[in-house]
Structures are given as C-alpha cells and as structure tokens.
C-alpha cells in the first residue's frame, strides 16, 4: 500500500525506511557518522547485500557500523523475518549491530529470537509508533 510522506506519495516500507533515516540523521552527535539510505555493503562471499539503513562511525580508531530493517508489515513481525535478517547481517564485516524497526511489532517468537541474537551482539527490536491513520 502507499502513503504519503514529505508531500510525496511512496511505498508504506519505503516511507518508514525514509523516517528511519531521518531520525538517525537528527539522532547523530558527531558529524563523522555517517547514515546511508540503500546501502550496498560487501559480505564476505563477496556478494552486494542492500541494508535498508546503515550507520556508521568511528569509535577511538575502530570502524562501528549498525544496519537497521524497516518492516512495514500489516501484522507482527515473526521469527523467519529475524531468521533472515541476521542471516544477511551476519557475513558483512561492517555490520557489528542489527535493529530491526516495525510498526506492528513482534510475535514472542520473533522477540525471543532477537532476544538471542542479541546476545551474540547483533539485532535488537525496537518498534516505532506512528500516529494512526487518517481516512480520506
């Protein structure tokens, strides 16, 4: 479905991908971090994998990067869509956290297994709150 965002009309996974990177850009406090929209980072097998939104910075010399997934999803986000996320996260050398952002949020299943994931230090949730939707 579409919506309407910045007085363009775009894709729902599209716009929260927009706002995401949005708020990162006003959440940064430091102008060498970096918010790429779309970006292509390199896995290990050498294979381009798209990141929805990429952050990155330095941190006392060492490169830190987070990869943020945006689900846009008429329901809650379920276990397979972690399975997937940390899958493609999990090869590419520049990626050292996961954030997937929702706005339907997450089943218990999905939760427990970011839960783990997180453990390993790679993907937390969190679920962003829109405002409701307005009928025309």
Not at 110 to 118: F, L
């Amino acid at each position: 479905h579409s919506v309407a965002f910045l007085g363009k009309k775009m894709q729902a996974g599209k716009a929260l991908e927009q706002l995401v990177g949005i708020i990162q850009e006003h959440l940064k406090d430091n102008p060498d971090v970096q918010v790429i929209r779309n970006a292509k980072l390199v896995n290990r097998s050498g294979n381009k994998r798209e990141i929805d939104v990429f952050v990155q910075t330095k941190v006392n010399g060492e490169n830190i990067g987070i990869a943020f997934e945006c689900k846009d999803y008429k329901r809650k986000v379920t276990e397979p869509t972690i399975d997937a996320f940390w899958a493609r996260i999990y090869d590419i050398p520049q990626v050292h956290k996961g954030i997937i952002v929702t706005t339907k949020g997450y089943t218990s299943g999905a939760q427990k297994e970011a839960t783990e994931h997180k453990s390993g230090s790679k993907i937390r949730s969190k679920k962003l709150r829109l405002p409701p939707k307005k009928s025309p």
